[in-house]
C-alpha cells in the first residue's frame, strides 16, 4: 500500500546537528530553488540571492510579520558543489532548542518539507557527488531508518509499547476489515450490514491520545514550558521575575516579546526551555485599561503549565489570595494531571518580621534571594512531573516524537471516521481515514499491507457466493 | 505469414484480444476447441459487480465487447452498494448465458479481417534462435504462423474435472482439456503453476419450491454497461434465496473426507474469498446457515445455477445436502457441482503489456495468468490484444496506471507480485479507488481508445456531448442557489436555502438521486450524468487529497527503466534486491518498489544509479 516515495526535485530541511542545547547549530537545506527559499525568510536576500557558491553570508531569519527569529550565519552552495550537488543553504544559527525549532519552523513555512532519514545523502548519491561502490552501505543505512517499522524500532520500541500499539491497530483494523468487507462484497453478498463498532473505535481513540501524551517530555524539551508569576499587586512578581532572570542570564534567549500587560523571557529550569511570564497584579481595577490587562493576565495565566503565587506574607493571606488558591488546585495535592496549570504558592518576604508560611508555601525572600534555588528546585521537578503526562495506567510510554505524531495522527484519522460514520457518511469515505489510522500505526510496528488486510476479511468474515 | 496474429481460445479474453487485434486492422485467426463455445459462461450466470462492473465500464471505454453483449443479454440489473457510498457502487447483471453466448459468436463471425478456426493448439512455432514466436502447432498437425500469437487458454490448458472420486481432463464438464500446450511451455522454459475453481449443480427450475424461497427483483429499468448503449430493453428475471441448514453442514462434515479438496487429490490453490460449501462449513463451523442463491441460467432453459454452493463433493453427497435446503426438498440435479485444476503460467514472467518476458511475440491473457472471473479476463484480453498490435506497428506498448484504471491495478499486481490463488479483483487493493468510478471509466479511459484507434466516430461524438453536458452541470451546480421551491420539493435541502446546490448536495442526508428532482434545470440533462456530477462534487475534498498522492505516485511511475537494463550488473543493490529486480524486470521505478521484499533503501540506490545513467556527471 503506501509506496515509498522519494523525489528528488524538491527542497528539503533538517537539523544537521544533534538536538540539544548547545552553542551552535547547523540546519542543511538542499534542492531547486533553496536559496531563494531561505530568501525569503532572511534579512539581506538580496544579496543571499547574489551570493556566489561557497561563500558565507550573515543576517537575520525573519518570522512572517517581520520579526527577528535568529541572528545567523548561512552558508551558499550552488550546484553542482556542496554535499548533496543541489543548490544549498547551511544555516548556522544559535543552539538553543527552541530557537532552533523557531528557524525550522519558519523554513517549513516559507516552503522547504522536512527531510525522509538519509535523503541528503540519497542526493549526494543521485548527483554523482559520492561513490557509486558506498551505495550498498547508503542502502543500509536509509534502510535502516526507514525500515524503523520493521526492524530497528521493533527494537527501540519497548515490548510494552509495541503490544500496546499492536493491539489498538488490531482493533482498529478490525473495523477497517468490517469496512472494506462491505465494500468487496456487495449487501446480498456478505449477508448482513456489520456495525461499525463505534464506542470501540472511539475507546481506542482515547487509549490512543493518552498514549501520545506519554510523549510530554520529549515535547516539554523541544517546546518548553510557560510559568506565570501571579498575585496580588506589590507582593514581589517583578523583583522574582528579575531575580529568576539574573539567577541564569547566560542563557537568556534574544526572543523579546514585551506588551504592555505581562512580560515574558526565557530561561533554563533544568534543561526545560521556561518561557516566563510577569503579569499584571491582581487587584480591583483600577480604570478600564487595567482591568483589560488583567483580564490578559488571566489568560496568560489560564494557558500557563505552572503558576508562582506569590503571597506577601507581612499582609498575610487576604480574600484575593484564599479565592485564587481555591480555584486553582494545590500542587502538593496534585493526583493525576491537572486540568489548569499547577500553582506554587510563595511566602515571600520573610526576611522581615512575618508569620510562618502555611503548610505548602516555600518560604523566599526575593530581596535577599533566599529560598530561591529551593523554588527553582521545586519548580524543575513540578515541570518534569507534569510532563510524563498522560494516564498511562500500565506505565508503557512514548520514546519519540515521531512516535507521538504516529500516535497522534491515528488518533486524528480514527476521529474523523468516527465523525463521518455520524454524520451519515457512507461508508467509502469512513475507509481512507480507518486505513490512514492503521497505515500511521503501521509505521511504528510494521505495515500493513493490502494482503494482510484481505487476509483479515477472509478470515473474520464468510464471504463469496 | 498466414496472419498477423494468431488468438488461442475463444472465451472472454480471448473474444476481447481478438475483437480488438482485427478492428485494429490486423489480420487474425481465433482457434478454437469448439466455435460453439465461444462466449461461453462457464459458472456464475452474472457479469459485473463490485469492482468488476468497474471493470467491464473500462473494457467498453477502451472499445471492447463485454459491455455491449451483457446489454444484449441481461436478464436482471442491479447497483450493488447503493447503501455504502458512491465510489464503491458499480451494476451488475444476470445474464441469459445462451444469449450472451449467440451475441459474442455474432460479434466475432461479423468481424472483418477475423477469421475462427476448430483445432487444439498444443505447441509453438520458434524462430531459429528460439526467443520469438512465429506461429503455432494443432493437435491435428496443422501449422499456422503469424508475427505474434495470444495465449487464452482459460481452464483448459491441462485442466482435470473432480467430482468426489471422479475425475477426468477436462476443462468445462463434457468438453476435453487442452493437453500438450502446458508441457510444451514448461519445455520452453516457463513456470507453469496449478490452481483450482470449482462450480455448484445446474439444478432443475421445475423440481423447485420457490414458495420457500425469497424473491430478490432487479431493478426496473435495466441500465446499459456499454456508455454506447442508451437503453436496454430486455425480458427481466427475479432471482431467489435460500439457505443451508445444520443438516446440510451434518452431511457435509460427514463426508469431507470424499472431497478431493480434503483427501489431498487437488494440488492446486483454490480461492479463498469464492470458498467452496466444504470450505465454507470446514472454515467457519459458528456459522448455522449460509446464503445461496437461486440464479436462471437463461429465459429459454430449465436449468438453475445455485451460486453459493460450489463442491466437489461426490454426486450422491451432493444430492443428500442438496435436499436439506428449504425449497430444494425434491431438486433434481441437471450437471452436478464440481472442481476444476488447471494449468496457469506464474504471471511474474510477463511484461506489464503482458507479453512474456522470455519468447517475445508471445502474450497472454485471462485464467491462464492465475485470475478468476470474466471481467478480470476479458480487462486483459483487450490489453493483450491492444499491446500485440501496438509491437507489430513499433509502438510503446499501452500500460494503464494503477491510478487509471482497474485495469492497471490488475496488471500490475499481477506482473509485479503473481499470485498464489486465483486472483480477483477487489476495490481494496485498488489505492486510488475514489477515483475508479465505474461511471467515470469513459473520462478516463476513452481518450485512450481514441489515441490508440479502437473508439469508433460514433463513440467519440457521445463522449464529446457527455463531456459538454457534465460541465454545464458542473457549473450549474457551482452557481445555482438552493431556493426555497427546492426545498419544497426536497425537505433536506431545507437547511440549505441559499447555499450554492454544489454545497447543498454534500450533505449526506441529501441523496443524490432525489436531488435532481427538486431541481427544474437540472431535468433537461441524463439523470446519469447529472448523478457522475453530483458524486464528483460530492468527493471533490477527498479527490482532491487523493490526486495529491497520485502526483507523489506518479513521480516514481513515470521514472522508466529502460528495457535491457542490466540487474546482474546493478553492483550497488544488495544481492537480495538484484535477484527480485532481475526476476520481475520491472519497468518503472514505482513498479520496482511494489515488487516483494524490496525495500526502501535499494530503491534509493535504484534511483540514483537512473538518475546517473540520465547523464548525471558520475565520476567526480
Redesign the interface.
Known amino acids: 500500500?503506501p509506496?515509498?516515495?522519494?523525489?528528488?526535485d524538491d527542497a528539503i530541511v533538517a537539523l544537521a546537528t544533534p538536538l540539544a542545547e548547545s552553542a551552535l547549530a547547523v540546519i542543511r537545506t538542499s534542492g531547486p530553488g533553496s536559496i531563494e527559499l531561505v530568501a525569503s525568510a532572511f534579512s539581506r536576500f538580496s544579496a543571499l540571492k547574489a551570493a556566489s557558491g561557497n561563500t558565507l553570508v550573515h543576517g537575520f531569519i525573519l518570522a512572517a510579520d517581520g520579526g527577528l527569529i535568529d541572528e545567523v550565519v548561512l552558508g551558499v552552495y550552488r550546484a553542482?558543489h556542496g554535499y548533496t550537488g543541489e543548490d544549498s543553504i547551511e544555516v548556522f544559527c544559535h543552539g538553543s532548542i527552541p530557537g532552533v525549532g523557531r528557524v525550522i519552523e519558519r523554513l517549513l513555512e516559507v516552503g522547504f518539507r522536512r527531510a525522509k532519514p538519509?535523503e541528503f545523502t540519497?542526493r549526494a548519491?543521485?548527483?554523482?557527488?559520492m561513490d557509486?561502490?558506498r551505495?550498498?552501505a547508503?542502502?543500509?543505512?536509509?534502510?535502516?531508518h526507514?525500515?524503523e517499522s520493521r526492524m530497528l524500532a521493533l527494537r527501540r520500541l519497548s515490548g510494552a509499547l509495541a503490544d500496546r500499539v499492536g493491539e489498538l491497530k488490531s482493533g482498529i483494523l478490525a473495523a477497517l476489515a468490517a469496512v472494506?468487507v462491505?465494500?468487496?462484497?456487495?449487501?446480498?453478498d456478505a449477508?448482513e450490514?456489520i456495525e461499525l463498532d463505534i464506542a470501540g473505535l472511539g475507546s481506542i481513540e482515547r487509549s490512543l491520545r493518552a498514549l501520545a501524551s506519554t510523549a510530554g517530555r520529549a515535547r516539554l524539551f523541544r517546546d518548553g514550558a510557560r510559568v506565570a508569576i501571579a498575585g496580588r499587586t506589590n507582593a514581589g512578581k517583578s523583583s522574582l521575575f528579575n531575580l529568576l532572570l539574573r539567577e541564569d542570564r547566560s542563557i537568556v534567549s534574544d526572543v523579546h516579546g514585551t506588551t504592555r500587560d505581562y512580560i515574558e523571557e526565557w530561561l533554563d529550569v533544568a534543561g526545560v526551555p521556561v518561557s516566563l511570564f510577569d503579569t499584571a497584579g491582581l487587584r480591583e481595577p483600577g480604570d478600564r485599561v487595567e482591568a483589560a490587562g488583567i483580564e490578559r493576565s488571566g489568560r496568560v495565566i489560564g494557558s500557563a503549565a505552572v503558576v508562582l503565587y506569590l503571597v506577601d506574607a507581612t499582609g498575610g493571606l487576604d480574600d484575593g489570595d484564599r479565592d485564587f488558591l481555591a480555584s486553582h488546585c494545590d500542587y502538593t495535592a496534585k493526583t493525576g494531571v491537572a486540568a489548569g496549570p499547577v500553582v506554587i504558592p510563595i511566602w515571600n518576604k520573610v526576611d522581615r518580621e512575618v508569620p510562618a508560611s502555611p503548610p505548602g508555601f516555600i518560604p523566599v525572600s526575593v530581596k535577599k534571594g533566599e529560598g530561591v534555588d529551593h523554588l527553582l528546585s521545586v519548580l524543575g521537578s513540578v515541570l518534569l512531573e507534569g510532563s510524563a503526562g498522560g494516564s498511562s495506567a500500565d506505565g508503557v510510554t512514548v520514546a519519540s516524537e515521531r512516535q507521538q505524531a504516529l500516535l497522534e495522527r491515528a488518533a486524528d484519522s480514527l476521529a474523523s471516521a468516527i465523525a463521518s460514520h455520524r454524520?451519515?457518511?457512507?461508508?467509502?469515505?469512513v475507509a481512507?481515514d480507518l486505513r490512514d489510522a492503521v497505515d500511521a500505526l503501521g509505521e511504528m510496528t510494521g505495515e500493513v499491507s493490502?494482503a494482510d488486510?484481505?487476509e483479515e476479511i477472509?478470515s473474520r468474515f464468510?464471504?463469496?457466493? | 505469414m498466414d496472419f498477423d496474429i494468431i488468438v488461442i481460445g475463444g472465451g472472454h479474453a480471448g473474444i476481447e484480444a481478438a475483437l480488438a487485434t482485427s478492428r485494429l486492422g490486423f489480420s487474425t485467426l481465433l482457434v478454437t476447441q469448439n466455435p460453439d463455445c465461444i462466449g461461453k459462461m462457464s459458472c456464475?450466470p452474472a457479469i459485473g459487480?463490485?469492482?468488476k462492473g468497474n471493470l467491464v465500464r473500462e473494457i467498453d471505454a477502451l472499445g471492447g465487447e463485454m459491455g455491449l453483449l451483457i446489454d444484449r443479454s441481461m436478464i436482471q440489473y442491479r447497483v450493488?452498494?447503493r447503501?455504502?457510498?458512491?465510489?464503491?457502487q458499480a451494476p451488475?447483471a444476470q445474464a441469459d448465458k445462451l444469449v450472451y453466448m449467440n451475441a459474442a459468436r455474432a460479434a466475432v463471425e461479423g468481424q472483418k479481417g477475423l477469421s475462427v478456426f476448430m483445432d487444439t493448439v498444443t505447441d509453438f512455432m520458434l524462430d531459429p534462435s528460439n526467443s520469438r514466436v512465429e506461429g503455432v502447432v494443432t493437435e491435428r498437425g496443422r501449422r499456422f504462423t503469424s508475427k505474434a500469437v495470444v495465449l487464452t487458454t482459460g481452464t483448459f490448458m491441462d485442466g482435470k474435472i473432480f467430482i468426489g472420486d471422479f475425475s477426468a481432463s477436462s476443462g468445462r464438464l463434457g468438453e476435453p482439456a487442452a493437453t500438450g500446450l502446458g508441457s510444451s511451455l514448461r519445455r520452453l522454459g516457463f513456470t507453469v503453476g496449478r490452481l483450482k475453481t470449482g462450480t455448484p449443480a445446474r439444478v432443475r427450475r421445475s423440481s423447485l419450491d420457490f414458495s420457500k424461497f425469497e424473491e430478490?427483483e432487479g431493478e426496473d429499468p435495466m441500465e446499459p454497461f456499454s456508455f454506447r448503449d442508451d437503453v436496454v430493453e430486455r425480458p427481466g428475471s427475479s432471482c431467489w434465496?435460500t439457505f443451508t441448514t445444520e443438516e446440510t453442514h451434518a452431511i457435509i462434515r460427514e463426508n469431507i473426507g470424499r472431497s478431493p479438496l480434503y483427501s489431498g487429490k487437488i494440488v492446486g490453490r483454490g480461492?479463498?474469498?469464492?470458498?467452496s460449501i466444504e470450505d465454507?462449513v470446514m472454515?467457519?463451523p459458528d456459522?448455522d446457515r449460509?446464503?445461496v442463491?437461486v440464479e436462471p441460467e437463461g429465459l429459454y432453459t430449465d436449468e438453475m445455477y445455485l451460486?453459493?454452493l460450489s463442491s466437489s463433493l461426490p454426486e450422491d453427497v451432493q444430492a443428500a445436502f442438496l435436499r436439506t435446503l428449504p425449497g430444494l426438498e425434491a431438486v433434481e440435479i441437471v450437471r452436478p457441482g464440481y472442481a476444476v485444476e488447471y494449468d496457469f503460467l506464474e504471471p511474474t514472467q510477463l511484461h506489464p503489456s503482458l507479453e512474456t518476458k522470455r519468447l517475445s511475440g508471445l502474450f497472454v491473457a485471462g485464467q491462464t495468468n492465475g485470475t478468476s472471473g470474466y471481467e478480470e479476463a476479458a480487462a486483459q484480453g483487450i490489453i493483450a490484444g491492444i499491446n500485440a498490435v501496438r509491437k507489430l506497428q513499433g509502438e510503446e506498448p499501452l500500460v494503464l496506471s494503477r491510478a487509471e484504471a482497474y485495469i492497471g491495478v490488475l496488471i500490475d499486481d499481477l506482473v509485479t507480485l503473481g499470485t498464489k490463488e486465483p486472483y480477483r479483483m477487489?476495490?481494496?487493493?485498488a489505492?486510488y479507488?475514489?477515483n475508479l468510478r465505474h461511471d467515470t471509466a469513459d473520462r478516463r479511459l476513452l481518450p485512450r481508445a481514441l489515441e490508440i484507434g479502437l473508439a469508433s466516430q460514433e463513440a467519440a461524438e457521445r463522449f464529446a456531448e457527455k463531456t459538454a453536458a457534465i460541465d454545464e452541470i458542473a457549473e450549474l451546480l457551482a452557481s445555482r442557489k438552493t431556493d426555497a421551491a427546492a426545498a419544497a420539493i426536497l425537505p433536506s435541502l431545507a437547511g440549505h436555502v441559499g447555499d450554492s446546490l454544489a454545497q447543498a448536495s454534500k450533505d449526506?442526508?441529501v441523496h443524490a438521486d432525489e436531488f435532481a428532482s427538486a431541481i427544474p434545470e437540472l431535468s433537461v440533462y441524463r439523470p446519469d450524468w447529472v448523478r457522475e456530477v453530483l458524486i464528483d462534487v460530492k468527493?471533490a475534498g477527498?479527490i482532491v487529497k487523493q490526486d495529491r498522492a497520485i502526483e507523489?505516485?506518479s513521480?516514481?511511475e513515470e521514472m522508466r527503466i529502460p528495457a535491457g537494463f542490466d540487474w546482474a550488473g546493478a553492483?550497488?543493490?544488495?544481492n537480495e534486491a538484484r535477484e527480485k529486480l532481475k526476476a520481475i524486470d520491472p519497468r518503472s521505478v514505482?513498479q520496482a518498489?511494489?515488487v516483494s521484499g524490496i525495500?526502501?533503501?535499494?530503491?534509493?540506490?535504484l534511483?540514483?544509479?537512473l538518475?546517473?545513467r540520465r547523464g548525471?556527471?558520475?565520476?567526480?
Open positions: 500500500m509506496t515509498p516515495t522519494y523525489s528528488l553542482p538519509g540519497l548519491f543521485a548527483n554523482g557527488r557509486l561502490t551505495a550498498e547508503v542502502s543500509e543505512v536509509i534502510a535502516a526507514t525500515e472494506e462491505q465494500l468487496d462484497y456487495a449487501e446480498d449477508a450490514d454524520a451519515g457518511e457512507p461508508l467509502d469515505l481512507p493490502t488486510m484481505l477472509f464468510c464471504v463469496g457466493k | 456464475n459487480g463490485l469492482s450493488l452498494n447503501s455504502r457510498g458512491p465510489a464503491v451488475r430478490e434465496i480461492p479463498r474469498y469464492c470458498p465454507k472454515r467457519f456459522r449460509h446464503q442463491f451460486n453459493g477487489f476495490t481494496s487493493r489505492e479507488r475514489l449526506p442526508a468527493y477527498y507523489r505516485f513521480k516514481l553492483t550497488g543493490l544488495s514505482g518498489a511494489r525495500r526502501q533503501g535499494d530503491i534509493a540506490v534511483l540514483m544509479m538518475t546517473r548525471g556527471d558520475g565520476d567526480r
